[in-house]
């Protein structure tokens, strides 16, 4: 029997459904038989509607979507991507993500940031009074993480996107927990930028994630590296760098996972996600798992 995803580690990596497995495998075998670049000339609409089928998922706009090789990833390009000076500040919460926390470090040690670790709640929700207490003259950034891998916790990234507005804030979200498990959508969350992973809660491919920037915020962000996907060179001194999402992908990619990635995200769509996310609650319910704000 094929498994359903309640017997799978969906928080680790899922069990791919059935037609996830035949596009990858399909794909593959394409690939095999004509060549690689072939393969994708022919696959040409179902790389297409990758894009389609994730920013319907989380109610974003094809052109606000990059298709990566992970949420990690993801994450980093968004990040790396804010023009941080010396003494700027960047606001998180207890339960983010080790990674993302690394990454601050980094920026700390090498232009000067600082980071602000904002207290829990007696839920282990991030504290909202706290937060908004915590952001200054210098705060540039609020990166927190949606739902971190263990433990229940769901923080109320809505109500944070609100305080960042008031605020004039960035904020990045990472979401690469919550995308496929709950109802997500960037407009009432309310962030500029968004992680999420394909072999988690949407049971896609490994190897693959996305990131969301909002149209707006796309211009404001010089991707860390680009390549001739990217950026198109104009003469022998200069560049552009294109003006959608896709500048913090690159050229080169899993496109048999991207286009599994693509029909995961339809399959859960046919779900439906308000289905999906009742179920999860059930299941925790079942479970028992607490709002304890675990590390990530
Ligand atoms: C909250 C959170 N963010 C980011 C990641 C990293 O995702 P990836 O392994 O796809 O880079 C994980 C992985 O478990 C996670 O739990």
Redesign the pocket.
Known sequence: MWPTSSTSNN??AALPPRPVLDAVTGHLAREAAIGGYEAAAEAAERLADVYDAVATLIGARPDEIAVV???????DMAFYAVPFRAGDRVITARAE?L??YLAFLQMKARVGIEIDVVDSDASGQIDLAALEHAIGPRTKLIAI?????RGGLVNPAADVGRIAERHGLLYLL?A??SVGQLAVNVRPIGCHML?A????YLRGPRGT?FLYVRRDTIGRLEPPFVDLHAATLTDADTYVVRDDARRFENWERYIAGQIGLGVAARYALKIGIDAIEARSKRSVRCYGASSRSDP?
């Open positions: 928080a680790g090789e992970n949420a990690t990833r993801a994450w993500y990674s993302n993480t949606h739902v971190p891998g990472d690469c927990q992680s992973a394909g072999r988690k994630g990530a």
